[in-house]
């Protein structure tokens, strides 16, 4: 079992830059691959960016975001993080960290019911 922790939400202007980090406790981190998923208000939680358990080689993004975001992993620090620039109005949601221990390609695990681990989720709100 590992728990998750987010942080590094804000207000930002649009075309800002965030860095939001997720700390997750246990000795097995590594081995799981981790997303960050949003949820904006009245939406359904959406799949933002995933990365390949262990040495984090293999990253997979939502079209929304390719370009913009960059997620990466430091198995050292127990630490997953998704860089944020160019940031839009359209990016303000609850950003929420998760970890799946599913044995998929990176870019089947797209789906919130693909993670069985999650944070309690940091605001990020962008102003226009």
């Known amino acids: 079992q590992v728990q998750l922790v987010e942080s590094g939400g804000g207000l930002v202007q649009a075309g800002g830059s965030l860095r939001l980090s997720c700390a997750a406790s246990?000795?097995?981190?590594?081995?799981?691959?981790m997303g960050w998923f949003r949820q904006a208000p009245g939406k359904e939680r959406e799949f933002v960016a995933a990365i390949s358990s262990w040495s984090g080689s293999n990253t997979n993004y939502a079209d929304s975001v390719k370009g913009r975001f960059t997620i990466s992993r430091d198995n050292a620090k127990n630490t997953v993080y998704l860089q944020m620039h160019i940031l839009a109005p359209d990016d303000t949601a609850v950003y929420y960290c998760?970890?799946?221990?599913?044995?998929?390609?990176?870019?089947?695990?797209?789906?919130?019911?693909?993670?069985?681990?999650w944070g309690q989720g940091t605001q990020v709100t962008v102003s226009s």
């Open positions: 998760a970890a799946s221990p599913r044995l998929r390609p990176i870019t089947e695990l797209v789906s919130a019911t693909d993670y069985d681990y």
């Open positions: 246990g000795r097995t981190f590594s081995t799981y691959t």
